[in-house]
C-alpha cells in the first residue's frame, strides 16, 4: 500500500510535469509563441518562466499542509 | 581587464572563511560517530535544512552560470533556472518520502532497502562517486576562477588549491554538522544578498550608452552606401586606412584599419542591411595570443596596470523606448517591460586561428532588439530551437529533461534527507527549499539582466558577471557577493566530498566488500576517503580549467539522471523490480550517458578539439535516449530474472 500522501504527491508531480513538458515543447516547436506579449508588456517565455517556478512553490505549500499533524494522523493507516 | 585586489574584499573574505572554518572546527567535536559523521544525528532542525538545501544546491553553476549566460545570452540561462527548479518537484514529490523512510546514510541505503545485496551497494557507490567527481569539477574550475579577481592573484590553479584544502579541512574536522550549518549560512546570505543586488539593480534603472564603464566609447562609422565602402571611402572619419584583408582575416565579416595619427589598429565589424544594402562598422575587439605566447589586445602588449592595453568592459543599451536616454528607477514589471522595447548591445566571438597557431578572437558588437534577448533561442547551445531541424529540438528538450530529473538524483542533494528526524522533516525542509532556491532563481533573471546592463563585464569570462555586476554598485557589495559565492563552492564541493566519503566508507568498504568496521573505524575511512577525493578534485580542476562550467554542470546531471532516478523510482510504482534490475539500471544509465556525451559533438569540439561533424551521436544531450534507456532496462533485467519470486513493495513491511 502507497500512503495518502504519497498518492497525492504523485498526483501533484503529475500535474507539474504536464505543465513543464508544455513550456519545453512549446519553447521547441513554436518558439513564436514565448515572443507573444499578453500582459503588461511582458512576454510568454518571462510569465511562463515565473509561472512555473510559483506554481512549484504553491504546489509544495499544498503538499505541506498535508503534513500538519492532523494529515499525519489520516495517513498513518496505509503509512508503514 | 585588470582585476586588482581591494583589502577591503580580502578583509570580508578572510572573515568569511574564517567564520566558516571557525564553526566547522567547534562543530567537529559533536560528530565523534558515523551516525554523527553522516547524518547530523537526524537533529538537523527543518527550517536550517531547507534552506542548507539551497545552499547545498545553489552552486557556482546556479550563480555564476547561470547570471553570465543570462548576461550575455538574454532569455536562455533562465532556462537553466526553470529546469533546476523543477526537479525539486521530483525530488519532493516522487524521492524524499522513500529516501527518508528506506535508508540511513547514503541513497544506496534507500536502493537496497529490500534486497540487501552487495551488488546494488557497489553500482549506487560507483554511481555516487562518478557524479560526484563530475559535479566537483565545475565547482573547482569555477573557484580557480573567482579567486582571481577576489584576491588580485594571476593563477587559476591557487584558487583551485585554497578551495581544495580548506574543504578538506572542513569535512575532515565535523561531517554533516559543519558542512549542513556552513550551507545554511551561505544559501541564506546568497539570497539575502542577491535580493539587496536587485534592489540597487532596479533603483538604478536602465540609460543608453555607447560603451562600458571604463569611459571607452566605442565607435560606429556610417551608415554608408555599399558602393562608397567597397572604394573604401569610410565617412565622418578621415585618417582611418582600411588594412586589405589578408591570412586569417580573408572572407571574414571584420576590416581592419589603422589610425594614422597613432599608428593603432582598429578592427570593425561589418553589418549589412539587407533592404537597403547599406553598411555600418562597429568597433570590435581582439584578444590574440601569438605563436610565441604574447598576449596581444586590440594589437598591443596586454598590459597590467591601469591605463596599459586592456580589453574594455561590456553591457549596455543602444536604445531605450521612447527614445529616451535614461529611466530612473524602475519596477519589477517596468524593468522587464523597459527591456523588452530596448536594443541591447550583444558581444558574440569568433576565434580566427592563423597557420603558425596564432589564435586572434574577435569580440564584436552585435545590437539585438530586447523582445529578442528577453525569449529562448539566443544561445549556440539553445538557437536549434528556432532552426527546424529536428535533433536541435531533441536536444533542447533532452537537456530540460536532464536538468528536471537530475536533481532529484545527485547525492549530496539526496544524503540531506537523512540529516533530520523524521519524513515530516524531510518534507518540509525541501519546501523551504523550494521556496529559498525559487525565489533566488527568480532573482537571477533580473541580476542576469542588470550585469546585461552594467558597463562592468569581462568580454572574456560570462562567469564573473555576477561579481562585475555588484562591483559596478559598490566596492563592499563586490567583497560580499565574491565572499559568498566562494563559500557557495567551498559548501558545495564539501556537500559532494562528504556524499563520496559516505559511498566509499558506507557502500563499498562496509556494504560490498563486506568489511567489518566499528562506529570509529567507518568515519575514519571517511575522512581518508574525503582527503582523497579532495585531492581528485583538486587535480581535475586544474586539468579541466578552460573548460566551461555551465556544460560540465549539464553532464554531472544528465548522468546522475540516468543512472540513479530509474533505480530510485520504478520499486515506487512497480512491485517487480529484482536486484539484478536495479543494478542493470544503475550500470546502464551511468555508461549510456557517460559514453554519449564522450561521443557527443559538443565534446567532440570543446573538449578533444577535433571537427564536431565526426561525431558519432545526433545529438550531445543524452538524457531524453539514456533516462528512458534505464527504465527499460530496469524492467527487462527485472523481468528476466523474476523467477516466480515475488517481493513485497518497499516501506509497507
Known sequence: MKTRLDRTGLVLFAFYLVIYAVFVLIAAWWPEVMDATPLEGINVAILYGFGLIVAAFVLALFYGTLATPAGEVTDEEGDE | ?653
Not at chain 2, 527548479?85 to 514529490?93: D, N, Q, R, S, T
Not at chain 2, 558597463?455 to 555586476?469: I, K, Q, Y
Not at chain 2, 559565492?485 to 564541493?493: E, I, P, S
Request: aromatic share 10%; hydrophobic share 50%; net charge neutral.
Open chain 2, 1 to 653: 581587464m585588470i582585476y586588482e585586489a581591494s583589502p577591503l574584499a580580502i578583509v570580508v573574505f578572510v572573515v568569511f572563511v574564517g567564520i566558516t572554518l571557525g564553526l566547522s572546527f567547534y562543530l567537529g567535536g559533536r560528530a565523534k560517530t558515523s551516525q554523527g559523521y553522516f547524518a547530523a544525528h537526524g537533529e538537523i532542525p527543518w527550517f536550517v535544512n531547507g534552506v542548507a538545501f539551497a545552499g547545498d544546491y545553489l552552486s557556482a553553476a546556479s550563480f555564476l552560470g547561470i547570471c553570465g549566460m543570462i548576461a550575455f545570452h538574454g532569455y536562455d540561462g533562465f532556462l537553466y533556472s526553470i529546469g533546476f527548479l523543477g526537479g525539486w518537484i521530483v525530488a519532493l514529490f516522487v524521492v524524499a518520502e522513500p529516501i527518508k523512510r528506506l535508508g540511513k546514510f547514503t541513497f544506496a541505503d534507500a536502493l537496497d532497502a529490500q534486497f540487501n545485496s552487495p551488488g546494488i551497494r557497489l553500482a549506487a557507490g560507483i554511481s555516487t562517486l562518478a557524479v560526484s567527481i563530475f559535479y566537483l569539477i565545475p565547482q573547482m574550475v569555477g573557484a580557480g576562477v573567482l579567486i582571481r579577481p577576489l584576491l588580485g592573484i594571476e593563477e587559476h590553479w591557487i584558487g583551485v588549491v585554497m578551495v581544495g584544502v580548506t574543504v578538506i579541512a572542513i569535512v575532515v574536522t565535523a561531517g554533516m554538522v559543519s558542512t549542513t550549518y556552513v550551507q545554511f549560512l551561505k544559501g541564506g546570505l546568497l539570497v539575502i544578498f542577491s535580493a539587496i543586488l536587485t534592489v540597487f539593480i532596479l533603483q538604478r534603472g536602465l540609460s543608453v550608452a555607447d560603451g562600458g564603464n571604463d569611459g571607452h566609447a566605442f565607435r560606429t562609422l556610417g551608415p554608408m552606401t555599399a558602393e562608397q565602402f567597397d572604394r573604401g571611402d569610410l565617412p565622418g572619419d578621415a585618417g582611418l586606412t582600411i588594412i586589405p584583408p589578408t591570412g586569417v582575416w580573408v572572407d571574414q565579416p571584420f576590416i581592419r584599419t589603422r589610425d594614422e595619427a597613432t599608428d593603432r589598429e582598429v578592427v570593425w565589424s561589418i553589418e549589412r542591411e539587407n533592404e537597403s544594402q547599406q553598411v555600418t562598422l562597429r568597433e570590435a575587439q581582439t584578444l590574440t595570443v601569438t605563436a610565441d605566447q604574447i598576449t596581444l589586445v586590440n594589437g598591443e602588449v596586454k598590459g597590467n596596470k591601469p591605463g596599459e592595453p586592456q580589453l574594455h568592459p561590456i553591457g549596455w543599451l543602444s536604445k531605450l523606448p521612447a527614445g529616451k536616454t535614461e529611466t530612473g528607477p524602475l519596477g519589477l514589471v517596468s524593468f522587464l517591460r523597459t527591456l523588452h522595447g530596448s536594443e541591447v548591445v550583444l558581444w558574440p566571438s569568433i576565434k580566427l586561428v592563423a597557420d603558425d597557431g596564432a589564435t586572434t578572437t574577435v569580440f564584436y558588437q552585435k545590437r539585438s532588439p530586447g523582445s529578442q534577448v528577453l525569449s529562448p533561442g539566443q544561445h549556440p547551445q539553445f538557437a536549434g530551437i528556432r532552426s527546424g531541424k529536428l535533433s536541435d529540438k531533441l536536444n533542447f528538450v533532452s537537456l530540460m529533461l536532464a536538468l528536471f530529473c537530475g536533481t532529484a538524483s545527485l547525492p549530496h542533494i539526496l544524503i540531506r534527507y537523512y540529516s533530520v528526524k523524521d519524513a515530516t522533516a524531510a518534507r518540509r525542509s525541501t519546501i523551504v527549499g523550494i521556496g529559498t532556491i525559487g525565489f533566488f532563481y527568480v532573482l537571477t533573471l533580473y541580476m542576469g539582466l542588470g550585469a546585461m546592463t552594467s558597463g562592468a563585464m569581462d568580454v572574456t569570462d560570462s562567469n564573473m558577471a555576477a561579481p562585475l555586476l555588484a562591483k559596478s554598485i559598490s566596492a563592499l557589495l563586490f567583497a560580499a557577493i565574491s565572499a559568498i559565492a566562494f563559500t557557495t563552492v567551498l559548501g558545495t564541493v564539501s556537500g559532494l566530498i562528504l556524499a563520496s566519503s559516505g559511498a566509499v566508507a558506507h557502500d563499498l568498504v562496509s556494504g560490498f566488500a563486506g568489511i567489518d568496521l566499528t562506529d570509529g573505524q567507518k568515519v575514519r575511512v571517511a575522512k581518508q576517503a574525503s582527503a582523497v577525493v579532495g585531492v581528485i578534485a583538486i587535480v581535475l580542476g586544474i586539468l579541466f580549467k578552460d573548460m566551461n562550467v555551465g556544460y560540465l554542470v549539464g553532464w554531472a546531471f544528465s548522468v546522475a539522471a540516468s543512472a540513479n532516478l530509474p533505480a530510485l523510482v520504478t520499486p515506487l510504482v512497480w512491485r517487480g523490480v529484482t536486484k539484478e534490475g536495479i543494478i542493470a539500471a544503475v550500470v546502464v544509465g551511468m555508461v549510456s550517458s557517460l559514453g554519449w556525451i564522450l561521443l557527443s559533438a559538443d565534446t567532440f569540439q570543446k573538449v578533444y578539439g577535433i571537427d564536431p561533424g565526426q561525431a558519432l551521436t545526433p545529438f550531445s544531450q543524452p538524457g531524453i535516449v539514456t533516462i528512458p534507456l534505464g527504465f527499460v532496462v530496469l524492467v527487462l533485467v527485472s523481468l528476466a530474472t523474476r523467477g516466480g519470486r515475488s517481493f513485497p513493495r518497499r516501506g509497507c513491511e
